[in-house]
Every structure is written in C-alpha cells, then in structure tokens.
C-alpha cells in the first residue's frame, strides 16, 4: 500500500514563498508521474503543477504547470528518497487553498485532471493574508 503525505504549509503573508513537500512511501512505489493540486473553499480541486518521474535531472524532467502559476511555482522531485516538492513564490491571497499532492504509475494524456493519479495524500492548508 503506498501512502502519500504532505508537509510545508502554514500561514504566510502575501509576497513570501513557501516550500511543501510529499513523502511517498509504501511496501511497492511504482511512480510515473507525481502532481500537485489545490482546492479553494466552495470550488473544485484544480491541477497545479506534474512532474514526470523518470529522468535523470531536473533539467530533463517533463514538467507541466497551470497556466495561473507558471510564473511562481516550480515543482521538483528527488527519486532517491521517494520525494517531490512545490516551491511557490510570490503568494498572492488567491493562493490560498488546501494544497495535495499525488502520483500516478502509468502515462495518462489527462495528467492535468485528478483521475490520472492513484494516490494522494490528505491535503495541507496554505493560507495567505495581505
């Protein structure tokens, strides 16, 4: 069973930046693609950011953002240790959200939508005042 966890959020103030992170760990991780999503209150959960898994760096890494955060937000993996993160910079209030991260173990065309991905971890709040 692998399981997923968040860590990183809190209470920031607009402008600041913010790291979060996902363990993922199990008796069998088999990983093709890991992603974060948010959902604000009364709306849907909406795609933030992938990562292709496979790679040798970064720098050859797939990566796919929401066009609302491409800017700011950067997201990294580290297979080794079975961990991914989002760096988000310049937080606006409309970043607040509960932040998720997931992996899917196969390709999916529809990376950007929460069924692509097998496993997620419960959540972390962001919220950011001004």
């Known amino acids: 069973q692998v399981q997923v966890k968040e860590f990183g959020g809190g209470l920031v103030q607009a402008g600041d930046s913010l790291r979060l992170s996902c363990v993922v760990s199990g008796l069998t991780v088999n990983i093709f693609h890991a992603g974060w999503f948010r959902q604000a209150p009364g709306k849907d959960r909406d795609f933030v950011a992938r990562i292709r898994w496979n790679g040798g760096t970064t720098y050859y890494a797939d990566f796919v953002y929401a066009d609302s955060v491409k800017d700011r937000f950067l997201i990294s993996r580290d297979k080794a240790k079975n961990t991914f993160s989002l760096e988000i910079g310049s937080l606006k209030p409309e970043d607040t959200a509960v932040y998720y991260c997931?992996?899917?173990?196969?390709?999916?065309?529809?990376?950007?939508?929460?069924?692509?991905?097998?496993?997620w971890g419960q959540g972390i709040q962001v919220t950011v005042t001004s």
């Open positions: 997931a992996t899917g173990s196969s390709y999916r065309p529809d990376y950007g939508t929460p069924g692509a991905y097998d496993y």
